[in-house]
């Protein structure tokens, strides 16, 4: 398969799972995906834990995310034990990183927050990735070279958090600004296709009283974004500009992070210009400066058979299936909503 053909595949794959996600998942029926029954109270009916569409998308998001880190780093022959060990130590951070951050910028410690978790991985990716280089098996070369590396990581991220959006529209969070409360040319871009939320339980409701407001479709522009430039990306690392994609995947990501925010109506904290886009505004610089600093001395060639070949390994699948229940069993089961379930028998079918 050539790089141009894999890349039109994954584009048709990719913006026919967003068309499907913007047109249903702000309908108030998929918010909450199943119950299950936990305690019994005195009046006969249990109480319930929900899991929620949330979790299964941002499952969904990291499984795609860590596929197409492990695929492109495969490209490279970079060794598969290497390759888990980044994953690992990078979701190990950021995973937890997106609840704290939230609870000290927002003070809520029943939320998660991608753009801190972002953050906190542009700080560390670098010297993830270093420190990877230095264990047993990267001796005595290393066997990753950091700005790919680096370039794939973002790659990836572009790809998790544009598919992840699907998770916040499910979840009616991140959510933008009402409509007619907009500047006017804010207003005749999206008067037309705004995002509308129904259902109680969404954040938009509860958190800002939105419920059925025409919203600026933020989720939707963000989404669109991010993997049409995970698209760019795999495309210019397949063809061995890894300083280009990286450059271009951070730039953008990172910038439409502070952009976005000012079309955005959920809570970011008390400052007129949030500590997020603080954290947008000293990622660039940081993650260019240190892309310099780990600069690449070997010009490296793509494989693309190579990287699809070792993405199909049955440990690597199976790698991702756990990773793809940790990470549902983390997000989603859901703290803020509850459930009360009764049952019965149908005695006309005993």
């Excluded at 542009?122 to 047993?136: D, K, M, R």
């Excluded at 954290?279 to 490296?300: C, K, T």
Aim: one cysteine or more; a positive charge.
């Amino acid at each position: 398969m050539t790089p141009s053909m894999f890349v039109l595949l994954l584009a048709l794959a990719c913006f026919l799972v967003l068309a499907w996600g913007f047109r249903t998942l702000p309908g108030e029926n998929w918010q909450i995906l199943a119950a299950m029954p936990r305690r019994r109270d005195a009046s006969g009916t249990w109480q319930g834990l929900n899991l929620t569409w949330y979790g299964l998308l941002t499952a969904n998001a990291y499984l795609a995310a860590t596929a197409i880190l492990s695929l492109l780093l495969g490209t490279l022959h970079v060794p598969g034990g290497a390759v888990f060990t980044v994953a690992v130590l990078m979701l190990g951070i950021c995973v937890p990183a997106s609840r704290l951050v939230a609870w000290l910028v927002e003070g809520k410690a029943h939320t998660f927050t991608v753009g801190g978790a972002v953050f906190v991985g542009t700080l560390v990716a670098p010297w993830v990735v270093g420190l990877t280089n230095h264990l047993p098996w990267s001796q005595p070369a290393p066997v990753m070279p950091v700005v790919a590396t680096l370039a794939a990581i973002v790659t990836a991220y572009a790809f998790g958090e544009g598919l992840g959006r699907l998770a916040c529209l499910s979840f009616g969070c991140c959510y933008g600004k009402p409509i007619e409360t907009c500047h006017p040319l804010v207003r005749v871009l999206f008067a037309r296709r705004p995002l509308v939320f129904s259902g109680a339980l969404k954040k938009i409701s509860y958190a800002s009283n939105l419920e059925r407001t025409p919203v600026v479709p933020i989720q939707v522009l963000t989404a669109t974004l991010y993997v049409t430039t995970g698209l760019m990306n795999t495309w210019l690392f397949l063809a061995g500009h890894f300083g280009m994609a990286f450059v271009l995947g951070t730039v953008v990501t990172q910038g439409w992070r502070v952009g976005s925010e000012l079309l955005r109506a959920d809570y970011r904290g008390d400052q007129s210009f949030s500590a997020y886009q603080w954290m947008g505004l000293v990622a660039i610089p940081y993650a260019l400066i240190m892309a310099g600093w780990f600069r690449d001395n070997v010009l490296y060639q793509p494989d693309l058979n190579a990287g699809l070949t070792a993405l199909w390994q049955p440990g690597v699948l199976l790698a991702l299936q756990g990773l793809w229940l940790l990470i549902f069993i983390y997000t989603g089961r859901s703290s803020v909503t509850g459930a009360t379930l009764s049952f019965h028998v149908h005695r006309d079918r005993i």
